[in-house]
Every structure is written in C-alpha cells, then in structure tokens.
C-alpha cells in the first residue's frame, strides 16, 4: 500500500508499508521525518490510548479491529490531530481535509463518556483517534473554536485548575483552562469535567511534541542543547514551574513548540499545559528543605538551568500573590469541596525558597 503525507491540501512525502520514500516539502514536515522511517513512529504519537476504556467502545463504533492494524488505523482516522494540518490518505484517495475534520458529537461522546444518545451511528469527520493521553478526553467545537473536555479525579482536577490558577497569575504563557460541572438528568449523578482551549486556534498554527523531536529523552540535559535560542528561557521557566508544582508528568508528549502554518518556521514554546498530576494528585507534595527533591535536583545540576533562573527568578512577593489567587479562583470552582491549601502553598513556597536559596549560594561561591 502507497500513501500521501499531507499539510493541509499539499503533500509533503511519499510513504509505503515499509515507511517514509520520498520527502517532498521538508520545512512543513515533522520533525522526525526521514528517508526509511517508519510510519508507526509518527502515528503512535497521533493514536487514542488503547488503555483507555472508553477508546475500546470507540473502536467497536468506528469498527475498528485493532489498532496495531497501521493500515486500518490511516484508513478510519487518517492520523488527524486537532492542534496540527498533518494527516495521512492512501496514493489513490483525494479526500477533503476539512470534512475529515469536521465535528461529530456522537463520535466525542462515546469517547468521553463511552456511549451517546443518540446512536445513529455517524461516524463523519474528526474521529478522536488522533486524541492522544491516557484519560477519557474529547474535542468538542463550541462557537468556532476546539475544547478538550478530560475526566479525572477530584485530586487531579484541583490540581490542574489551581496550577493554572498560579500560573496565569504569574503571567505565564499557558493554556486556558475552566471547570465545568454538570447533572445528568438520568442519574441525577453530578461529574465534574476540566476544559481546555485549543491554543493552535482550529490549528491556524502547527503544535508539534517534543517527542517528534527528542523521541522519549525528556531530560533537561538532553533538551537543552538541542533547543533554538529563543526556546531556552521558556524552556527552563517551564522546568521551574513543574517544581513549584510538583508535576512529574513532562514527558514529550507534554511540551512542545508551535509552527508557522504556510513555512514550517517554529514560532515559540507552547504554551505550558497537564498539570493533572502534580501537586495534591498523587499525595502530599514533600521537599526536604536541606536536600530539596528530585525537582530540585534536576534543576540544579543543569548549568544552563541555574543561569537562566538567577536572572528571571520571579519576585518571592509575586509567588505569594499568585498562590492566593490560586486558592480564591479553585475554591470559586470547587465551592463543595475545600481542599487543604496550606499544605500546597508550604510547598510552593518552600520549593521557591530552597531554589533561591541555593542560587545565591552558586553566586556566592562563583564571585
């Protein structure tokens, strides 16, 4: 089987079953792209998560066997992403684009919820395949833009809303995030849902992983040397920010940059996003405020890493301001619920202070 690798309406390579043979426009491939690579590398990374229970009904509904069928997997979802234009049709197929893309509420519920009203059994347009992540998540299109509606736990909920919370106080480039809660007429049963905005704007701009780039190293030390100039300072702030908050969860599919649609150019980081397991979500966030942590550490064995923060270390005020922000906007949010905030703003603070602390001491030593 022969296949067009597209951007858009253009094709930008050529593959077979045996990978990619022809590259036609390299400035707005992947980055990843290359003579003989095959095609599962790229599409892995724009495949639902087979671990997922409800991905396992979307597969019954889109009739899909199984989804290491590489063939059937470009044939039912043709590795469309919301947040890019690439995708993938067989040599003989002149598909339209923007019809494979089009939003089906049936196909979003039975991926968020496992079932849909409905049932009518349309499976037009955007079919979730290429909705990456481990937790029940759908895009939904709402008034001329794209929403991702993601399920979680009461812990991983509070947890990304008030890392969001903080840093938008701290005037951080992150993504947009709201919580929705709704009852179900049926059940009577009410769910709480976090909401996401498509930051590519229905993807007037390319996002691209990390992992397209730097495979699974997710490694400061790694990253770093290989990021364009413009991208280290968000880079390390972002690396700072998931010590703050404890977020173990930037692997490479959680960071990435944003491209020039039309010439492929990288335009910036992305903004920073999936907060859903740090801080309270998995425990109680600890440091040792002699030793810091395993945050701390790989922060500041990292030259690159020290350097940047000394200079664009936020203001120990502002932190403070930002985690009372943090609490007032999440206790808006969860009226029902009242969380202990002390514990993470000691935690917050504490991590800020052992940073600090230990950058003047590098300063001191150096001069």
């Keep these: 089987m022969n296949y067009k690798i597209m951007h858009k309406s253009d094709i930008i390579a050529l593959a077979d079953e045996n990978g990619i043979n022809e590259i036609i426009n390299k400035s707005l491939c992947p980055a990843c792209f290359a003579i003989g690579m095959p095609l599962e590398i790229w599409l892995d990374n724009r495949s639902v998560d087979i671990h997922r229970s409800h991905s396992r009904k979307l597969f019954k509904a889109l009739r899909l066997r199984t989804p290491d069928d590489i063939e059937q997997v470009i044939d039912i979802g043709h590795g469309i992403s919301i947040t890019d234009n690439w995708w993938i049709q067989k040599a003989d197929e002149e598909l339209d684009y923007s019809s494979l893309k089009q939003y089906n509420e049936e196909i979003a519920d039975i991926a968020l919820y496992g079932s849909s009203a409905s049932n009518s059994g349309n499976t037009k347009g955007y079919r979730e395949l290429g909705t990456v992540g481990s937790y029940e998540k759908a895009w939904r299109y709402i008034k001329g833009c794209w929403y991702m509606f993601k399920h979680g736990n009461t812990q991983e909920l ?72 413009k991208l280290i300072k968000p880079y390390v702030m972002m690396v700072f920010y998931d010590a703050l908050l404890h977020n173990d969860d930037r692997h490479n599919q959680n960071a990435g940059v944003l491209r020039n649609s039309s010439t492929g150019e990288i335009i910036g980081l992305a903004p920073y996003f999936d907060y859903n397991l740090g801080l309270i979500s998995t425990g109680v966030p600890r440091i040792d405020d002699n030793k810091g942590n395993v945050f701390t550490e790989s922060f500041l064995a990292n030259e690159v890493c020290c350097n940047v923060l000394k200079d664009e270390l936020p203001d120990r005020d502002t932190i403070i301001n930002s985690i009372s922000t943090a609490e007032r906007e999440t206790d808006n949010a969860f009226p029902d619920i009242s969380p202990n905030y002390d514990l993470i703003k000691d935690y917050i603070i504490r991590t800020y202070d052992f940073l600090d602390a230990k950058l003047h001491e590098r300063q001191r030593s150096s001069d």
């Design 158 to 229: 509070i947890s990304e809303y008030y890392s969001y919370q903080f840093l938008k106080s701290m005037d951080v480039n992150v993504a947009e995030y709201e919580i929705k809660h709704t009852k179900s007429e049926e059940t009577g049963i009410t769910s709480t849902i976090i909401i996401t905005k498509d930051f590519t704007n229905n993807a007037a701009i390319d996002f691209e992983p990390f992992c397209s780039y730097y495979t699974d190293h997710d490694e400061p030390e790694y990253i770093l040397p290989r990021l364009e100039e």
